[in-house]
């Protein structure tokens, strides 16, 4: 079960990347549904939180905004992708306390979850990088804000489906591949007929 939820907030990273990670650490400090590894609990921080509640705001407006939301697709590369391996590794419980030592960090392992966090919500990233354009492209922008909010309400919805169902994420997993591809066997459709 603690794959997946990794493997669900991994993913909500990739949509967006502020989301799983003010949501981990008010659910951490604030509840009793979550409660992070020693090496994790920075995420419960004040501060912390704070810091990723302006980005997230940033990120809200940004991403609605066509053309604007591509510029903000190639700075959250880096960006996404990092709070998957976070997420992943806060996920999965595990336990981050070497990272001080990163001889000790890097020879036991630890690094394998936030590894494949990383990877998750690089994949997610990229897909939603490629499909954006493309969306905005067909529909003279209109789509920005919409698929934007889409993707916003998603990674909530993952959130909350990795941390109190985790066996769900597999099919909200399924349903994002089926409607991606749904969206690209339209617009192969439309193209020749264009």
Do not use: C
């Not at 209109?142 to 990674?155: F, R």
């Not at 959130?159 to 749904?182: E, G, Q, S």
Request: charged letters at 10%; glycine letters at 8%; hydrophobic letters at 60%.
């Amino acid at each position: 079960m603690e794959l997946l939820t990794g493997f669900g907030l991994a993913t909500a990273a990739g949509l967006n990347a502020y989301i799983p990670l003010l949501m981990l650490g008010l659910l951490a400090r604030f509840t009793d549904l979550v409660t992070l590894p020693h090496g994790w609990a920075w995420l419960e921080n004040g501060w912390v939180m704070a810091i990723v509640a302006v980005l997230l705001a940033v990120e809200i407006v940004a991403d609605k905004i066509p053309a604007l939301d591509s510029v903000n697709d190639v700075i959250q590369t880096f960006v996404r992708p990092t709070a998957g391996g976070i997420v992943f590794g806060s996920g999965t419980a595990a336990q981050t306390a070497a990272v001080a030592d990163p001889g000790a960090f890097a020879s036991s392992g630890q690094w394998i979850p936030v590894a494949v966090g990383v990877a998750i919500a690089l994949v997610v990233h990229l897909t939603k990088t490629a499909v954006r354009p493309v969306a905005n492209a067909t529909t003279a922008g209109i789509a920005a804000p919409v698929l934007s909010t889409v993707e916003d309400a998603t990674s909530v919805g993952l959130v909350f489906v990795a941390i109190l169902l985790p066996i769900l994420v597999l099919v909200v997993v399924v349903a994002l591949v089926w409607a991606v591809a749904m969206l690209i066997r339209r617009r192969r459709r439309r193209a020749p007929a264009s």
